[in-house]
């Protein structure tokens, strides 16, 4: 039967909104730090670090990350710091190094400094043996305090899992586990240089629920070649049998010029932008229907998970390891390419693995560049992050806090008024909050507010 002339209005008006809100697709950061690496520079280095690590206080927890840049094999997709790796010895050289570098930071520290969150990030950690696994927990632990019952979590990849290698975490206190999974579909899989049936995840996920591992993340992206909305369900189907406590749907970043490896992908077969908000949005509702507490731009959890809580109560962060509840002040990064954050600003280490083995062992803090944060830094920085965590900010608020005009921000906010024509977001007195339909725009309303991100910046889109 013809469909009457208000079905197809409203027909129409949904594609003609659709097409405003693709309009508005452009490149932004993801915001796990404000100011982004891209505005670091060589004005921060060795000498900085060292005095900032000296006047630390000795009474405050810190947050420790340590980078692993090895995988078996590389995937396509991958936007990490990371190279493949078969022989054991190079990697064992690698946590030599991480071991003097830890503790060449812990002698410039003003004290034995404890820790209570503890994040080993790459490539793939569980590239690490046991033996070497050991040698980097005992000269964490000699080095920092860690406190009993501290958040210890890792990223790993299930295909180069063991069970003594799940016990041998477990016995340093291993509490979460972060899964990297993307998508079951064979042929997406193929596409991306990532094969991992679903019979990996489901044997990984039960070695670390038998090891006592009490958070399982999965990590799934939307946006993969010869992905459409069908594969993202028919992976969530299967995942959800294993009820992780986490999940995080990440949109695949394509960025070919920042890594090469990416130009291996077909770029034929990725998804406009319209195909991927319908595969986000779908991913969405599903684990919406499951139970899920959707938080943020892209993460989900039980709703008695501790992300979920802390969204509830305003307590939530967001760093380089995306939402957390993780609330240190400092973060000491160890490693290649890691990035390191103190009260007066940031730090990273050397991207090139020969340059930052050089620097270690020529006992150099491995410091390439950083940013000292000024007031302003912080100021911005607070907006974004809120707006990040809470989909809402009140940025006459937060100027006045420290000490600013109310008025302070107002240019920022007169920027944001085709995005709330377009819906996607609501400003009442210096009060934004970001619309259901405006979530997938999050990253691009908080960029209102940063003052140094240039157009396009290298980043990728905001869908």
Not at 192 to 210: D, K
Not at 313 to 321: D, I, K, Y
């Amino acid at each position: 039967m013809p469909a009457d002339d208000a079905t197809v209005g409203r027909c129409v008006g949904r594609a003609e909104a659709l097409k405003q809100l693709i309009s508005l697709d452009e490149r932004a950061p993801r915001y796990t730090s404000y100011p982004t690496a891209l505005d670091f520079s060589d004005a921060v280095g060795e000498p900085e670090y060292r005095q900032w690590l000296q006047t630390l206080p000795t009474d405050e927890p810190v947050s420790l990350y340590a980078h692993v840049p090895f995988c078996q094999t590389l995937c396509w997709y991958c936007g990490c710091n990371t190279r493949a790796v078969r022989n054991p010895e190079i990697i064992s050289k690698y946590v030599s190094l991480l071991v003097r570098e830890i503790e060449m930071v812990g002698r410039s520290l003003p004290g034995r400094l404890s820790s209570g969150a503890l994040h080993l990030g790459g490539g793939t950690p569980n590239m690490l043996g046991e033996a070497d696994l050991d040698v980097l927990f005992s000269a964490l632990r000699r080095t920092f305090a860690i406190h009993d019952g501290a958040d210890i979590s890792v990223e790993i990849d299930p295909a180069v899992l063991t069970e003594d290698w799940v016990r041998a975490a477990a016995r340093h206190g291993l509490s979460r586990a972060s899964l990297g999974v993307q998508d079951l579909s064979p042929a997406v899989q193929a596409a991306v240089n990532r094969i991992e049936p679903f019979e990996v995840i489901q044997r990984a996920a039960g070695w670390l629920r038998r090891a006592g591992v009490r958070s399982l993340n999965f990590d799934l992206m939307y946006g993969l070649p010869l992905q459409g909305v069908a594969e993202v369900q028919a992976t969530l189907d299967q995942i959800l049998t294993l009820r992780p406590e986490r999940l995080a749907l990440f949109g695949y970043a394509h960025v070919p010029w920042a890594r090469a490896h990416q130009r291996l992908i077909d770029e034929t077969q990725l998804a406009g932008a319209e195909d991927r908000l319908e595969q986000s949005e779908a991913a969405a509702e599903r684990l919406k229907a499951e139970g899920y507490v959707r938080i943020g731009l892209d993460h989900y959890a039980v709703p008695e998970d501790t992300l979920a809580v802390a969204l509830a109560e305003h307590r939530l962060h967001r760093n380089f390891q995306g939402y957390t509840t993780d609330p240190h002040t400092t973060l000491l990064a160890f490693g290649v390419s890691a990035i390191g954050r103190l009260p007066q600003g940031y730090v990273q280490n050397f991207v090139a693995e020969t340059e930052w083995r050089a620097a270690v062992a020529a006992d150099r803090l491995p410091v390439r560049k950083g940013l000292a944060l000024t007031d302003e830094d912080r100021l911005r920085a607070e907006v974004i992050e809120t707006l990040m965590c809470d989909l809402a900010v009140d940025a006459g608020v937060i100027c006045r806090r420290r000490g600013r005009p109310e008025d302070h921000l107002d240019s920022a906010l007169a920027t944001l008024a085709p995005l709330v024509d377009a819906g996607v977001a609501r400003v009442r007195d210096r009060r934004v909050e970001i619309t259901p339909v405006g979530r997938p725009f999050l990253r691009t309303v908080a960029k209102a507010f940063d003052a140094r991100s240039q157009p396009g910046g290298g980043f990728s889109k905001a869908i």
